[in-house]
């Protein structure tokens, strides 16, 4: 697991009224498919190639709402999350944000919980370019519509020519150090934090968004993100992963990613884990790009010795660029040692961060019968599900 503090942070702003969503609460709290809009759009940040530190920018009334919310869709990544109460403006709010995140963050995202279905690829993209650029960098589409301009008595003066113009998403991303100065020197309201940003005398790039991205805002809005959520559910796939090793008393034992000292280890060209291989084959069937040999090899030198939390964040990533999250892992552990039960919880804490998904492992035995009966090595059976990103 990485130790290091994280240098990408991430607010989430869920602090507005929404009114023209016509809700009896704030936008971010409504239902949408079973969820609340604030919950999904939390889904595709913990699905981010860099671990971040999130907070979440919420009505003073309803932090502790909002911290149940963002605990549940973080899962094992909860201690990342945080909640502070917004402002009277967005402007306000995001600043209520940035005082929230760490001295290690050097890219601050900031994001729209209303652009609930926004993929995890844009995250990602923003977070690369600023890397790359050292500019304020913000996602978007291109005009479809003829675009107008017209006078005070809506007379059309002129057609604008919308090849130089983009709809503009979030989540937008800046500098740390860049956006704070900016900040601090705002001395009026902008419409963004882009125009804030470009407002300070800070160049401000485009790179593309994704239609998926669209912000809800009427109940329009709201039945449109069911429908895609709704016509994505039928979408969920199921993969299996079955993984065998015998053991090797000269080998360390490595299962479930765990290290188990003074127990009979596993002969194999990496670690011998069988739990992790099986994970790993089970999610790239799911997601129809392949298995564990074509993937990585069987016989690669880059995965000599290799543990099994290697190829798991290579398999999360892939799954990643192919536009799957995960839903679920399970894995049933079938051999006579080592005793699994006590490490269960461990196993299964382990395994479920590096997935960002729950896994959930059994153990049992074959009562003698068979190679895992006379203890001769160790079968994992796993089961995942995949779905769509915005699922």
Same mark, same amino acid.
């Given at each position: 697991m990485n130790s290091r503090p994280p240098i990408v942070g991430v607010i989430v702003v869920a602090a507005g009224s929404g009114t023209r969503l016509g809700a009896d609460r704030p936008k971010a709290f409504v239902e949408l498919a079973g969820r609340t809009i604030l919950e999904r759009s939390l889904f595709p940040i913990f699905g981010m190639h860099r671990e971040a530190q999130v907070v979440v920018v919420a009505p003073q009334d309803?932090?502790?709402?909002?911290?149940?919310? %963002? +605990?549940?869709?973080?899962?094992? &990544?909860?201690? +990342?999350?945080? *909640?502070?109460?917004?402002? =009277?403006?967005?402007?306000?709010?995001? %600043? /209520?944000?940035l005082a929230a995140l760490t001295d290690s963050i050097r890219i601050v995202l900031v994001h729209d919980a209303a652009r609930a279905l926004t993929p995890t690829?844009?995250?990602?993209?923003?977070? &690369?370019?600023?890397?790359?650029?050292?500019?304020?960098?913000? =996602?978007?589409? +291109? *005009?479809?519509?003829?675009?107008?301009?017209?006078?005070?008595?809506?007379?059309?003066?002129e057609t604008v020519d919308r090849s130089e113009l983009r709809s503009i998403q979030t989540?937008?991303?800046?500098?740390? /150090?860049?956006?704070?100065?900016? $900040?601090?020197?705002?001395?009026?309201?902008?419409?963004?934090?882009? +125009?804030?940003? %470009?407002? %300070?005398?800070?160049?401000?790039?485009?790179?593309?968004?994704? #239609? #998926?991205?669209?912000?809800?805002t009427t109940p329009w809005d709201? !039945?449109?993100?069911?429908?895609?959520?709704?016509?994505?559910?039928?979408?969920? !796939?199921?993969?299996?992963?079955?993984?065998?090793?015998? $053991?090797?008393?000269? &080998?360390? @034992?490595?299962?479930?990613? @765990?290290?188990? =000292?003074?127990? =009979?280890?596993? /002969?194999?060209?990496?670690?011998?884990?069988?739990?992790?291989? /099986?994970?790993?084959? #089970?999610? @790239?069937? &799911?997601?129809g790009l392949g298995d564990i040999g074509s993937v990585f090899g069987t016989s690669d030198p880059e995965f000599s010795g290799a543990h099994g939390e290697v190829f798991l964040r290579a398999t999360v990533s892939k799954l990643l660029d192919a536009g799957f999250t995960?839903?679920?892992?399970?894995?049933?552990?079938?051999?006579?040692?080592?005793?699994?039960?006590?490490?269960?919880?461990?196993?299964?804490?382990? @395994?479920s961060g590096l997935l960002g998904a729950p896994v959930s492992v059994s153990a049992t035995t074959t009562d003698g019968l068979g190679f895992t009966g006379r203890s001769e090595g160790v079968c994992a059976i796993a089961t995942a599900t995949v779905m769509p990103q915005y699922s």
């Amino acid at each position: 697991m990485n130790s290091r503090p994280p240098i990408v942070g991430v607010i989430v702003v869920a602090a507005g009224s929404g009114t023209r969503l016509g809700a009896d609460r704030p936008k971010a709290f409504v239902e949408l498919a079973g969820r609340t809009i604030l919950e999904r759009s939390l889904f595709p940040i913990f699905g981010m190639h860099r671990e971040a530190q999130v907070v979440v920018v919420a009505p003073q009334d309803l932090v502790v709402e909002a911290g149940d919310i %963002a +605990a549940r869709a973080a899962g094992p &990544a909860a201690a +990342a999350v945080s *909640v502070v109460a917004g402002g =009277p403006s967005r402007q306000q709010s995001v %600043a /209520a944000g940035l005082a929230a995140l760490t001295d290690s963050i050097r890219i601050v995202l900031v994001h729209d919980a209303a652009r609930a279905l926004t993929p995890t690829s844009v995250f990602d993209g923003v977070v &690369a370019a600023v890397a790359q650029t050292g500019s304020g960098i913000v =996602p978007g589409v +291109a *005009v479809q519509d003829t675009v107008k301009r017209v006078d005070g008595d809506e007379t059309v003066v002129e057609t604008v020519d919308r090849s130089e113009l983009r709809s503009i998403q979030t989540p937008q991303a800046f500098p740390r /150090a860049a956006l704070d100065e900016a $900040y601090a020197a705002a001395d009026a309201e902008h419409t963004d934090d882009a +125009a804030l940003f %470009a407002a %300070a005398g800070n160049t401000v790039s485009v790179v593309d968004g994704d #239609a #998926a991205s669209f912000k809800i805002t009427t109940p329009w809005d709201l !039945r449109r993100a069911e429908g895609l959520i709704a016509a994505q559910g039928s979408g969920i !796939r199921t993969g299996i992963g079955v993984d065998v090793h015998a $053991y090797d008393e000269s &080998a360390e @034992l490595w299962l479930a990613g @765990l290290h188990w =000292p003074g127990e =009979p280890g596993l /002969a194999g060209h990496s670690d011998g884990d069988p739990v992790s291989h /099986a994970v790993t084959d #089970a999610l @790239l069937s &799911a997601a129809g790009l392949g298995d564990i040999g074509s993937v990585f090899g069987t016989s690669d030198p880059e995965f000599s010795g290799a543990h099994g939390e290697v190829f798991l964040r290579a398999t999360v990533s892939k799954l990643l660029d192919a536009g799957f999250t995960i839903g679920n892992v399970a894995v049933q552990l079938i051999g006579n040692s080592p005793r699994f039960s006590p490490r269960r919880q461990e196993a299964e804490s382990l @395994l479920s961060g590096l997935l960002g998904a729950p896994v959930s492992v059994s153990a049992t035995t074959t009562d003698g019968l068979g190679f895992t009966g006379r203890s001769e090595g160790v079968c994992a059976i796993a089961t995942a599900t995949v779905m769509p990103q915005y699922s």
